[in-house]
């Protein structure tokens, strides 16, 4: 099974701020990496698929590179509706995985 | 818009059985595989399977293959999770998701099922 680190587990910042999460791919995934975004109670919002791709109403501020086995989520401008947890999964080969999960919190 | 709805959780028994089910609106069930996914705070978010829309074809997590079948009633727009010898392991809160077109992401998930094993 290919094993998804993300890194940090949580960070805290500020509105306004620039946050960056890792994830790290055990083996190449190519691009076939996606972004979800989860708050408190409610189900994971897809932010990003094929590494790089905006779903559906997602914000500018988010965006995603990498390919391989390394990838990263920026967010730029931080917003209040931003804090919440984000959770990377490879698409490339099933069984599908999930990173542990990164938890943005409020400085 | 996509509109998916999981039913059927609840408190059972250790070795015991629970039928999940997933209601589907706001889009064409028949041409989409969906997912079963669950959620806990130890082991996070664990895919568990897919039932793809065209072929039928279907795909497990190794820690549910021969006790958990994922079919689908494509005349209903419902997905199902047949679920079988639960143990406290499994307990979580379980998710139906639509595939996303051309790549096998998740673009919308229901708001989730709790199963609890306990005796």
């Known amino acids: 099974d290919i094993q998804m680190t993300q890194s940090p587990p949580s960070v805290s910042a500020s509105v306004g701020d620039t946050v960056t999460i890792t994830c790290r791919a055990s083996?190449?995934?190519?691009?076939?990496l996606a972004w979800y975004q989860q708050k408190p109670g409610e189900a994971p919002k897809l932010l990003i698929y094929?590494?790089?791709v905006l779903h559906t109403g997602v914000p500018s501020r988010f965006s995603g590179s990498g390919s391989g086995t390394e990838f990263t989520l920026t967010i730029r401008g931080l917003q209040p509706e931003d804090f919440a947890t984000y959770f990377c999964q490879q698409a490339n080969s099933f069984p599908l995985t999930f990173g542990g999960g990164t938890k943005v919190e409020i400085k | 818009q996509v509109h998916l709805v999981e039913s059927g959780g609840g408190v059972v028994q250790p070795g015991g059985s629970l039928r999940l089910s997933c209601a589907a609106s706001g889009f064409i069930f028949s041409n989409y595989a969906m997912h079963w996914v669950r959620q806990t705070p130890g082991r996070g978010l664990e895919w568990l399977a897919l039932?793809?829309?065209?072929?039928?074809?279907?795909y497990y997590a190794d820690s549910v293959k021969g006790r958990f079948t994922i079919s689908r009633d494509n005349s209903k727009n419902t997905l199902y999770l047949e679920m079988n010898s639960l143990t406290s392991d499994d307990t979580a809160l379980y998710f139906c998701?639509?595939?996303?077109?051309?790549?096998?992401?998740?673009?919308?998930w229901g708001q989730g099922s709790l199963v609890t094993v306990s005796s």
């Open positions: 083996q190449f995934i190519s691009r076939w």
């Open positions: 998701a639509k595939n996303l077109d051309g790549n096998y992401g998740l673009d919308y």
């Open positions: 039932m793809r829309g065209d072929d039928n074809k279907k």
């Open positions: 094929g590494e790089s």
